[in-house]
């Protein structure tokens, strides 16, 4: 009885305000876990000295930093994961984390939604140059790596493609999901022009999640992209933006037109092919 009162009072998860508490929980999850790092004698670096003029005490920082996520990021991750599961089965949502089948690995497939994903950052980027600069704080080194390429695409995956996909699906059908957990990891992203970026990215990882029907396939697409990412970085590009990279303006705009076309024409196609899941 107690069980059809509460279920009657709030609607059928899962729904915007669910969508809300997941978020919020992913949030307070880095929070809790930067605080639990600290009183077990985690020492955080001060992060301002990464911007210093001397080289050496900017390195310092920086790998300094990256060592402190390497220890905050899993434990924040984990609990995100944890309290997310916890909180869904609390409100009578699907069981499935996601679908971690081998069978639907496609090569072809990753690269053409790898070069979606360079298309589309390419298209957006008169849009994003007009937005906030994103301000990051994820160091340099080994440890940037292990986060960044390993860490990040197995837990952020797992979190939007798995449990929040999942969950919305289960209620609301494939269009629904890709489009809530797409949302969802542009929302977790926090500044404005990454949730932007990272919307954006997260309708290509929906999409190849739902066509291989694998998280895997999505954790190696993600892992790519933010490979790319640190190799610009290594190459002192990070900073750049495309208009920027490319010397001649005529180019560039030769190049954005191209890449506003393929994104168009692979927009269209992940949508017909959603349609015949």
């Known amino acids: 009885m107690e069980r059809k009162r509460i279920t009657g009072k709030w609607p059928k998860f899962p729904n915007a305000f669910d969508f809300i508490a997941m978020a919020m929980w992913v949030f307070l999850s880095q929070i809790l876990a930067s605080r639990l790092c600290v009183m077990c004698g985690l020492e955080l670096p001060d992060i301002s000295l990464a911007s210093s003029a001397d080289d050496q005490v900017s390195l310092w920082a920086q790998l300094s930093m990256a060592q402190s996520l390497a ?3 899993p434990v924040a991750m984990t609990l995100s994961v944890a309290g997310l599961l916890l909180y869904r089965r609390l409100r009578g949502g699907t069981r499935k984390i996601a679908d971690f089948s081998r069978k639907g690995f496609d090569p072809s497939l990753l690269l ?53 996909l999942e969950s919305f699906r289960s209620k609301y059908g494939i269009f629904a999901a890709w489009i809530w957990s797409s949302l969802f990891f542009g929302v977790i992203h926090a500044q404005l022009t990454a949730i932007f970026s990272a919307t954006i990215l997260g ?16 954790i190696i697409l993600h892992a790519l992209n933010n490979g790319l990412a640190l190799a610009l970085m290594a190459f002192g590009l990070n900073d750049s933006s495309f208009r920027e990279i490319i010397p001649s303006a005529e180019i560039y705009w030769i190049v954005w037109a191209a890449a506003l ?5 692979g927009a269209a196609i992940m949508v017909r092919n959603l349609r015949k899941i």
């Open 261 to 265: 076309l393929i994104s168009i024409g």
């Open 71 to 73: 220890v905050i990021y």
């Open 203 to 218: 309708f290509v990882l929906g999409y190849v999640y739902l066509r291989s029907r694998s998280i895997f396939s999505a």
């Open 112 to 164: 053409n939604s790898f070069v979606l994903m360079l298309a589309l950052q390419i298209a957006i980027e008169p849009l994003t140059e007009l937005m906030p600069e994103v301000q990051t704080t994820i160091g340099r080194g080994f440890f940037t790596i292990l986060v960044s390429v390993i860490l990040a695409p197995i837990f952020e995956e797992l979190i939007c493609r798995g449990v929040v």
